[in-house]
């Protein structure tokens, strides 16, 4: 009977322990420190919380004496929240790169039912009807702001293991230019029209071999020659940009692949939407740029976001049991020290506490270290993906605070599912056959 009783108190610990990781996933911030002052609260001005506090700061003063053992949690944990930390920084910079790259005054418009560029065709006498539409915005000498536009993918040699990757030629014309004011020329000049000349993102030049500005590269059996280097702190710093006519003719095309626009402002997408669809002769879809790019991110994003919980959950339950044994050990060995504490007045609470705000403690060791080492390592650490048109992006790791609070989160609910169960057994320990054992 009494093993029954025990097996249904332990099951119920595990539901309520799960029950409590879902909720604390979950808990902004805010919920967070209201907590945290509860349980400062509680210990400063309760009777049980004083002893808890105590037998806290006992267990604490002991932890040098077996650093070694303590140490595996600390290294542990700080292993989880640091590959979970970069797994999660690598989708929020490639999010965060092509969110930078759209405008919601922008607008790209694709053929119907295409999801990128790449599977998209416009015919070009499609272009003059696109550029009549209301909601366009016009340039300094009254033409429309259209921009229709090429998208090659070309081979290129990587600096960093000298293997082919894919690598986005865009076509544009004048019109491309001021559509996007973001884009600066930080070394030699733009592309003349009608010649085989080639501006290229800084992100793509630091990419690919042979992108310097004076040299020539073969594309289409064709010399290309780069004349500039531009900037735009988004994912067109990855492509490479010729004159579309120029691009057109090698590459023998017929139609446009896309055209994106500049808006009135961004309110003037609906009426622009709808004067695209009362046309008959326009069968295309539309979309604000930043739409269009945040669009392209959402797989990738996902696929990385769950990878890196999946990983993390492997590691963190080995971390867990690290605690256990840890934690198990660290009862034993204080059995008498423990029972000793129960028998001149600390109950089963106190204890408890303790032994899970030394396990909390050392879990929030190694979830600042494993967070400092994320950001140390990755924040800012460059590289490069497919996107949506099956060319390279490049793109920078991005640890936010955001993520860092969340691998601190994981630690100490590592730390509790860690430290819960060594605790209750300390609460449950016989004093008297402690005190013999000891």
Not at 4 to 16: S, T
Not at 122 to 132: F, G, H, K, T
Not at 299 to 327: E, Q, R, W
């Amino acid at each position: 009977m009494n093993r029954i009783k025990k097996w249904l108190g332990n099951l119920g610990v595990i539901i309520a322990l799960l029950v409590g990781l879902v909720a604390w996933t979950m808990l902004p911030w805010q919920g967070v420190l209201a907590l945290a002052v509860l349980a400062a609260l509680w210990l400063s001005f309760t009777r049980s919380g004083r002893l808890a506090l105590a037998a806290t700061r006992i267990g604490i003063a002991s932890l040098p004496d077996r650093w070694g053992a303590s140490s595996v949690i600390v290294v542990g944990i700080a292993g989880v929240v640091g590959v979970l930390v970069a797994m999660l920084a690598m989708g929020a910079g490639f999010q965060k790169t092509l969110n930078q790259t759209g405008r919601d005054d922008t607008a790209i418009i694709l053929r119907g039912g295409s999801q990128a560029e790449t599977n998209s065709t416009i015919a070009r006498e499609q272009v003059p009807l696109i550029s009549s539409l209301a909601g366009i915005a016009l340039d300094a000498d009254g033409r429309p702001l259209v921009s229709p536009e090429l998208s090659q993918v070309v081979n290129m040699v990587t600096r960093s293991d000298g293997t082919d990757a894919n690598a986005q030629l865009r076509g544009v014309g004048d019109a491309g230019w001021a559509i996007r004011p973001q884009l600066k020329i930080v070394e030699g000049r733009r592309f003349e029209p009608g010649k085989r000349e080639l501006v290229v993102g800084q992100g793509a030049q630091s990419q690919y071999v042979g992108l310097e500005v004076g040299k020539t590269i073969e594309l289409a059996n064709q010399d290309w020659t780069v004349v500039g280097r531009f900037a735009s702190g988004d994912s067109h710093d990855s492509e490479l940009w010729a004159d579309a006519q120029t691009l057109s003719s090698t590459y023998q095309r017929t139609s446009y692949q896309s055209v994106t626009v500049r808006l009135e402002n961004a309110k003037a997408l609906t009426a622009f939407k709808a004067a695209m669809a009362a046309d008959p002769r326009l069968k295309l879809d539309v979309l604000s740029t930043k739409d269009y790019y945040s669009k392209q991110s959402e797989g990738l994003t996902k696929l990385i976001d769950i990878l890196g919980k999946v990983i993390g959950t492997i590691m963190a339950i080995g971390a867990v049991f690290g605690a256990l044994n840890t934690m198990y050990a660290a009862v034993a060995g204080r059995a008498r020290e423990i029972a000793t504490m129960r028998a001149i007045g600390f109950r089963g609470l106190p204890v408890v506490v303790a032994v899970m705000l030394e396990t909390m403690l050392l879990a929030l060791l190694g979830g600042l270290l494993g967070g400092l080492l994320a950001w140390l390592i990755f924040n800012n650490y460059s590289v490069s993906t497919l996107s949506g048109n099956f060319s390279q992006v490049m793109f920078k790791f991005n640890v936010s605070p955001e993520l860092l609070w969340s691998g601190l989160k994981w630690a100490l609910g590592i730390g509790l599912v860690g430290g819960l169960f060594p605790s209750l057994r300390a609460a449950r320990l016989p004093v008297t056959e402690a005190l013999r054992s000891a």
